[in-house]
């Protein structure tokens, strides 16, 4: 199994920063893509960011300027550095990845479970 923990949530003020982190662990032939959703309350979840392990990177245009992906493709982590945080960055956050572990041959989804943002004064 692929598993993916996620750390680095928290309660920060409007204009403030947060860094998150996922590392995935297990076995893991080959990892493709790693990112980002988050899911506010009452909302569908969205792609925060994402980033491929030739380092190309997408971004939502809500976070775009404001948001950084970065990894490690080493420690087969990624992490997320959210600066400007405004209050709609409010979510849960969940780390995801495409890769092939699991004993399996093919590449699938695999979902951390999740870190909570808050944004509030």
């Not at 490690?72 to 092939?100: I, P, W």
Request: glycine share 14%; net charge positive.
């Amino acid at each position: 199994q692929v598993q993916l923990v996620e750390s680095g949530g928290g309660l920060v003020q409007p204009g403030g920063s947060l860094r998150l982190s996922c590392a995935a662990s297990g076995s893991i032939s080959r990892i493709y893509v790693m990112g980002w959703y988050r899911q506010a309350p009452g909302k569908q979840r969205e792609l925060v960011a994402q980033i491929t392990s030739g380092g190309n990177t997408n971004y939502a245009d809500s976070v775009k300027g404001r948001f950084t992906i970065s990894r490690d493709n080493a420690k087969n982590t990624v992490y997320l550095q959210m600066n400007s945080l405004k209050a709609e960055d409010t979510a849960v956050y969940f780390c995801y990845t495409v890769a092939v572990g699991g004993g399996r041959s093919s590449p699938n989804h695999y979902w951390g479970q999740g870190t909570q943002v808050t944004v509030s004064s």
